[in-house]
């Protein structure tokens, strides 16, 4: 984490400048040198690298540049917003991913699962941007279903606000949701076929079916089970993308989430922010990897009995 | 490497390879296409009807013009024609060609990045595995568009000025290989860790053939199967991203727009009825993706011999 | 969706037609803009939109109407008792939201504040030498020189209360550095005296007004009750809100989009004439271009350079294809809202492709030459797309451009001061904040002196003795006559010396519901005090 916080630093200096966004047109010269100045921003990298580590270490992030408010409760306000649409959209991923995977590689040759299998890849052929607009142009300019943008009403809980707990707030999330998750499905609609394809021609399958077992229970129990390993690394991996997705999905739809946040701070060269949000994405890489750790074991007695 | 390839082409007709393409008619289709696609691109200077690069040739007064069949359309421009005046199917043939650069040279960049560190890291293991792993690990948590904005920093820094143009793309290519590398790594060292306990490789050891030779002479093709696979996905992807970035506004310069600028220029005309600036690039798009992803899942599957 | 509204509509309309004596229902008035304000402080950053909204809730000695006439604020007159001092009566029983009395301590506070470390208003209040309270109600401004604009600048000085700020430790201006300091309270608060009071704030997604009841003017137009304003980022998100009927409002909307909107049942595009001229500057002062093929020599030094690039750029074609018609092309620096302005300068150079290669010829450029052009792709109103036109018209007489847009940050950090003046050939835009074209002058065409802080903005170190002089002239000269023909041979020999190509004026472009009425003003400042809901 160290390392992405540096890599970051370094990276910050190639965004652009942060002073013309940050004062009017007549201010002069010699008061944008003094901004800059003050703001530590003269200083060489690595000098600016340790007053931020020394700040994180106390949980302190300093204040964003553009909204002039601690990065920590722009941070805490925006997470919630982020983390529902995330948690929605990989729920539709798999809810709708993993039935079409395992359908897709048990009848192979069907045109069904031809057609499937092309619309999984117009999926990820088409740029999130498009996808996005389109639907909003459909759902919510021709027919108006649903909102267009940001989030709905919210219910403030203290320390998170749901969408989840209002009409307004369903709604908002359903084309972001969908947005973000075609391109996930996509990707466990072809690993789980692939995987699948391989497990149904293993040993320990053949053997399933000879001792007579249900076709249907065999896919489910047996096969899906032993293709969930793999399609759990590869999604675990895939977070990456999921964020820079998220990214696009957000500023399209205006949701008011941390990828919009961050797009913003690139836009406008707000270094407090794009830091802190980095090194959290690198907690989250952290907090993941181990997620999938444990979730192996629950899934794969094998690895138990090691 | 080369006695590699002539050996696989040998191999290539007399194999079942090639029998399972014939037999789909599907995936001769998507190969037909594909094939037609690279031509057209790579000689779009004879194949267009106008060179969009060249800012002489189209004029603002064409500007927004409908495809050839529509009212106020004109067989000058048969798709159509964008802001700038210039015609669409140029710039879609110019712009595919740009686009598929950006794809083919990130790619197999990135292949060649991941294949070595993957090739060393599941080799060696120990703590050359580890320090390898983590990167990759650092590097997953950077989106796409910091490291363009990085290697574009570094590169106005390091290079000549007067060269955006040219800049721009090669700026994309090794910004879309620095983040794709990691699936080949991890794909390669799992694949070599597997092979490193065979008994060829033992054997190998024992003569005592240098490292080097082993690991590409010898573990390197019988790793390249899900390699060619992941690349023909990732191609797609490529310029998917490719598109994006300029979505987020570190792409290629507007003058020479790759299929993804287009796509985001023609995002500006989508409310005002200006439809064709956009779909006809985004279809364009599809249908490349399209095409590669269909050979890719063929060979994925054909060069898996438990699935024959 | 469409059952709650028509119920929400029946509803109103029940209400409407049951009894007319009543009070009309709560209306709010939904808004969506590009970006945000930075701060509530009205003092921190002197940008265009941060002024705009805080000017709901902060009010200064003098306003604009929608027309952009000076009108009474918290002064209800004033006077100049010399070429340099102006007496301002002001404003009785003005209450500031939290209840306290406005008078003349608050406005010389204010004024201190404005000059206090942090602002980014010091250019203003440096305009004013000093303040002096004759009484609680009567104050007198003194400048350090005769200065006819004054009172144009003092329309963004925001009255704020010295008890507020005291109790709460804002007594200096906030500013983008580190937490904890002076007056980081007033960028989460306001309290000002104006007709909008803010209710709630998230900064980027959402903020919340709501109307002071005791506002001192009880005749201001609106029958707005709540303003929910939200930014967008994306304009085709923008539009889509303002058509899919949930928000009462947009601005900016892209200039191609107009058609839709007013095609489209229930909402409307609003255009108007922006004051912001938006023009390309060449760099005439080093003796090489940064950016060219061509070396040891700078071509833009030669004025039959500048006037081939003049003709050579087909303005009507812009505002036809890339501006739908809707810019207004410009042969001034300055637009005509600008106090200063005259239209007999205003003829725009001849397009005259065949004269500019002749013009190229002449000059020893025949086989042409190519330039970076430096344009930013977020700033204004289709700019990339403006560049890339000029950049094809330039081709056509042989000259290659290779364009470079990039966003804005990046765009500044490389073309303004900080980055050197690293440029050969840019896009820019400017509306003077004054709305004087002094302004315009002392920003961008003066030469460049860093002592005298004139010419930030002269990018390409344009330089000519005689605008200096006739600048001078301008700055201090309360004779309107004689001023206006110091303008006008400024305007003459910049014309002449080709020191600037000018481009247009670009149009406000906002989309509003149908029965909504706002007031554009040409600064493209939204007055809710305008704003009358159905």
Redesign the interface.
């Known amino acids: 984490m160290l390392a992405v916080a540096f890599i970051a630093f370094a990276m910050f200096q190639f965004v652009g400048d942060p002073i013309s966004n940050l004062v009017g047109q007549d201010t002069s010269t010699e008061e944008r040198e003094q901004l800059k100045q003050d703001l530590g921003l003269n200083d060489s990298i690595v000098v600016q690298f340790g007053h931020f580590i020394g700040n994180a270490v106390q949980g302190e992030f300093g204040k964003s540049y553009r909204l002039r408010k601690p990065v920590k409760e722009l941070i805490a306000e925006r997470f919630p917003a982020t983390l529902e649409l995330s948690l929605l959209s990989a729920f539709i991923a798999l809810l709708v991913g993993i039935p079409m995977g395992v359908y897709t590689a048990l009848r192979r040759d069907s045109w069904l699962a031809q057609g499937f299998m092309t619309l999984s890849l117009i999926g990820i052929s088409l740029p999130t941007f498009l996808i996005g607009i389109f639907l909003i142009l459909f759902f919510g300019v021709m027919l108006q279903w649903l909102p267009t943008f940001g989030r709905g009403e919210t219910v403030d809980l203290g320390w998170w606000t749901t969408g989840f707990l209002t009409v307004s707030g369903w709604k908002s999330l359903i084309m972001p949701a969908i947005t973000l998750a075609i391109f996930q499905m996509t990707l466990i609609v072809r690993l789980i076929r692939a995987e699948m394809l391989e497990v149904l021609r293993s040993d320990y399958i053949k053997f399933a079916r000879a001792r007579g077992l249900k076709e249907r229970s065999i896919s489910f129990s047996h096969a899906l089970k032993n293709t969930l390993v793999p399609v759990i690394t590869i999604i675990g991996l895939q977070i990456g993308s999921l964020i820079a997705f998220a990214i696009i999905t957000e500023s399209v739809f205006q949701w008011p989430g941390m990828g919009l946040l961050f797009i913003q701070a690139i836009e406008e060269v707000d270094i407090p922010i794009m830091s802190a949000y980095l090194l959290l994405i690198a907690f989250v890489f952290v907090l993941i990897n181990l997620i999938v750790d444990v979730l192996y074991y629950a899934i794969d007695p094998r690895l138990r009995m090691n | 490497m080369v006695e590699y390839f002539i050996d696989l082409r040998q191999r290539f007709f007399a194999s079942d390879i090639w029998w399972s393409f014939k037999s789909s008619p ?1 995936v001769v289709i998507a190969a037909f296409i594909t094939v037609i696609i690279i031509f057209s691109s790579v000689f779009a200077s004879y194949v267009a009807p106008y060179n969009p690069f ?3 040739q ?4 064409d ?2 013009k409908p495809p050839a069949w529509m009212a106020e359309g004109t067989s000058k421009f048969l798709l159509g024609t964008d ?3 210039r015609d669409v199917l140029s710039t879609i043939l110019y712009g595919s060609r740009v686009s598929l650069l950006v794809g083919f040279l990130s790619v197999i960049f990135a292949m060649i990045i991941g294949i070595v560190v993957g090739l060393i890291a599941g080799y060696s293991g120990g703590w050359v595995d580890a320090v390898l792993m ?1 990167i990759a ?2 590097q ?7 490291i363009a ?2 290697v ?3 590169a106005r820094g390091l290079l000549p ?5 040219e800049l721009a793309i090669y700026v994309l290519i090794v910004a879309i290989a620095l983040s794709f590398w ?2 080949y790594a ?1 794909t390669v060292r799992s694949s070599t860790m597997v092979e490193r306990t065979k008994e060829y490789v033992q054997a190998a050891q024992v003569i005592g053939l240098p490292k080097l030779l082993i690991l590409f002479r010898h573990i390197l093709p019988n790793v390249m199967g899900p390699v060619l696979v992941i690349a023909t ?1 990732q191609l ?2 490529a310029v ?1 991203t490719e ?2 970035l300029s ?3 570190v792409g290629v ?3 020479s727009p790759s299929l ?1 600028t287009l ?2 220029v023609g ?8 439809w064709w600036i ?1 779909v006809f690039p ?1 279809l364009a ?2 249908i ?3 095409a590669v ?2 050979l890719g ?1 063929w060979l ?2 054909a060069l ?1 011999p ?2 024959r | 969706m469409k059952l709650k509204s028509l119920v929400i509509a029946g509803v109103s309309a029940l209400a409407l037609s049951a009894v007319v004596a009543a009070p009309v229902s709560a209306k709010t008035f939904k808004f969506a803009f590009q970006g945000d304000a930075q701060s509530l402080d009205p003092h921190s950053l002197n940008e265009t939109f941060t002024l705009g909204m805080l000017g709901n809730v902060y009010e200064p000695l003098i306003d604009y109407d929608k027309d952009m006439n000076k009108i009474p604020g918290l002064a209800t007159k004033w006077e100049a008792v010399s070429p340099t001092k102006w007496k301002f009566t002001l404003r009785k029983g003005v209450k500031f939201h939290n209840g306290n009395t406005f008078n003349a301590d608050d406005v010389i506070f204010t004024w201190e504040r404005m000059g206090s470390e942090g602002s980014d208003q010091k250019a203003r209040a440096g305009l004013i030498k000093s303040i002096t309270k004759i009484d609680d109600y009567t104050i007198i401004v003194e400048t350090p020189v005769p200065n006819p604009t004054v009172l144009n600048e003092m329309t963004v000085m925001y009255v704020m209360d010295k008890e507020w700020a005291m109790k709460n430790n804002a007594m200096k201006s906030s500013s983008p550095k580190d937490a904890g300091r002076d007056g980081s309270y007033a960028t989460t608060h306001a309290n000002g005296t104006g007709p909008f009071m803010v209710e709630s704030r998230q900064p980027d997604v959402k903020t919340v007004m709501v109307r002071y009841k005791d506002h001192w003017n009880k005749n201001i137009a609106t029958n707005v009750d709540r303003v929910e304003f939200t930014p967008i980022k994306q304009a085709a998100t923008r539009v889509a809100a303002l058509l899919s009927g949930q928000i009462d409002l947009v601005y900016p909307v892209p200039v191609q989009d107009w058609n839709r909107l007013n095609n489209a049942p229930g909402v409307k595009a609003l255009a108007g004439p922006e004051a912001r001229t938006i023009f390309l500057g060449m760099d005439q002062m080093r003796d090489e271009l940064l950016h060219s093929s061509v070396k040891g020599k700078n071509p833009f030094k030669d004025v039959r350079v500048r006037k081939a690039f003049a003709h050579a750029i087909d303005l009507n074609a812009i505002k036809k294809a890339i501006m739908r018609g809707a810019a207004t092309p410009s042969g001034l620096m300055w637009a005509p809202q600008i106090q200063g302005y005259n239209a007999k300068f205003n003829t725009p150079y001849k397009y005259d492709p065949a004269m500019s290669k002749k013009l190229l010829a002449e000059a020893g450029y025949g086989d042409g030459f190519t330039v970076t052009m430096d344009c930013p792709n977020n700033r204004y109103v289709n700019d990339e797309k403006i560049c890339q036109a000029v950049a094809s018209m330039m081709a056509k007489v042989g000259v290659k451009i290779d364009l470079l847009a990039q966003p804005k940050s990046k765009y500044f950090a490389k073309v303004l001061a900080q980055g050197g003046y690293n440029t050969s050939f840019y896009l820019l835009g400017w509306t003077p904040g004054s709305m004087d074209v002094y302004n315009v002058l002392n920003s961008l065409i003066v030469c460049q002196n860093k002592e005298k802080k004139a010419g930030a903005y002269n990018l390409g170190g344009y330089c000519n003795k005689r605008i200096d002089e006739l600048t001078v002239i301008i700055a201090s000269e309360t004779d309107v006559a004689k001023r206006q023909a110091a303008i006008d041979e400024a305007s003459k020999i910049l014309q002449d010396e080709v020191g600037y190509l000018p481009l247009h004026q670009q149009p406000l472009s906002w989309g509003v519901r149908d029965g909504v009425n706002v007031a554009q003003r040409a600064d493209n400042v939204l007055d809710y005090r305008d704003v009358v809901m159905p």
Request: charged share 20%.
């Open positions: 599907l060249d800012l002489a189209f004029d603002l007064m500007a927004l802001d700038q005046g983590r690990d650092v997953l948590s950077f989106p796409a568009i910091l904005l990085l574009d920093g570094i000025k007067n060269s955006h143009d990691v699936q991890r996905i797609a992807l998917i598109a994006t979505f987020l506004g310069p507007p003058t993804g796509i985001r995002n500006d005309y989508l409310f005002s009825g200006e956009t985004g798009l599809v490349l993706v399209l992803n269909i899942d994925r599957d898996n438990k699935l």
